[in-house]
C-alpha cells in the first residue's frame, strides 16, 4: 500500500537553529506532494506544493522543501527557526488512484526562545 | 469567504448514540473529505466525494457513512457511536483535474469524544 514517512516524531530546537524535516513516500510514479502546518488549536494550513517543474520549492514563512525523485523524499527545510514556528507539520502525497491524498504520521516542532 | 466550516466545534455522545457532523465549502470545489486526526497517527481519510453525486470509502470507513448533499455540503454521520470513535474530524476541499486532487482547504475541526 502507498505509504508516507516522516522520520522525527518530535523534534526540539532553539530560535535561529536550521530545521529539516525527512518524509519519504512509497509511490513512483508521478507525484504531487505537499506540505501542511497545524498550530496550536487550529487547523491544517499549505506551506507548500510540488507538481512539477523546478525541485526547490518555497513556500510561506521562510520554508523550503526540495523533491528529489531518486530518493523518493521531499523533505523541509527552514535556515532559521522561530518560537512561532512550533506546530504540527505533516507530509502528504497524492494517492496512486489520483483521488485524495495520503499524510504522514506528522512531525511535532518544538522551538524554545 | 468563509472557506471550510464546520458544525459542531465540539461535541460530547455517550456510546450508542448518533450524531451527524456538518461541512460545507463556499470555494465552489468539486472535492470533499473527511478525515479523523488521532494522536501519533496523523490524518487518516474516513470517506471522500470527488464530485457531486459521488461518494467512496477511504482508510478508515467503518462505523461511518456519509452524504454529498450537494456541491457545497458533506455530511459525516455516527450512527452509533463508539469510544474508538472519539478523535478530532477534519473536513477538506479541492479542486480536481485529470492529474488528482490539487491542495486541499481544511476546517477548523470537530472535538468528538464518545463516553
Known amino acids: 500500500a502507498q505509504s508516507v514517512s516522516q522520520h522525527n516524531h518530535h523534534v526540539i530546537l532553539s530560535e535561529a537553529a536550521s530545521l529539516e524535516l525527512g518524509c519519504n513516500y512509497s509511490?513512483?510514479?508521478?507525484?504531487?506532494l505537499f506540505w501542511y502546518v497545524q498550530y496550536p488549536g487550529q487547523h491544517l494550513q499549505l506551506l507548500l506544493k510540488y507538481f512539477s517543474g523546478d525541485p526547490l520549492v518555497k513556500g510561506i514563512k521562510g520554508f523550503e522543501a526540495e523533491f528529489i525523485k531518486s530518493k523518493f523524499s521531499f523533505n523541509l527545510r527552514k535556515p532559521s527557526v522561530q518560537w512561532s514556528d512550533t506546530a504540527e507539520y505533516f507530509c502528504?502525497?497524492?494517492?496512486?488512484?489520483?483521488?485524495?491524498?495520503?499524510f504522514g504520521k506528522g512531525t511535532t516542532l518544538s522551538v524554545s526562545s | 469567504n468563509a472557506g471550510v466550516t464546520q458544525t459542531p466545534k465540539f461535541q460530547v455522545l455517550k456510546t450508542g448514540q448518533s450524531m451527524t457532523l456538518q461541512c460545507a465549502q463556499d470555494m465552489n470545489h468539486n472535492s470533499m473529505y473527511w478525515y479523523r486526526q488521532d494522536p501519533g497517527m496523523g490524518l487518516r481519510l474516513i470517506y471522500y466525494?470527488?464530485?457531486?453525486?459521488?461518494?467512496d470509502k477511504g482508510e478508515v470507513p467503518n462505523g461511518y457513512n456519509v452524504s454529498r448533499l450537494n456541491k457545497r455540503e458533506f455530511s459525516l454521520r455516527l450512527e452509533s457511536a463508539a469510544p474508538s470513535q472519539t478523535s478530532v474530524y477534519f473536513c477538506?476541499?479541492?479542486?480536481?483535474?485529470?492529474?488528482?486532487?490539487?491542495?486541499?482547504?481544511f476546517g477548523p475541526g470537530t472535538r468528538l469524544t464518545v463516553t
Open positions: 466525494s470527488a464530485s457531486e453525486g459521488t461518494t
Open positions: 477538506a476541499s479541492s479542486e480536481y483535474f485529470a492529474g488528482g486532487p490539487y491542495e486541499q482547504y
Open positions: 509511490y513512483g510514479g508521478t507525484v504531487n
Open positions: 502528504a502525497v497524492k494517492n496512486q488512484a489520483g483521488t485524495a491524498l495520503i
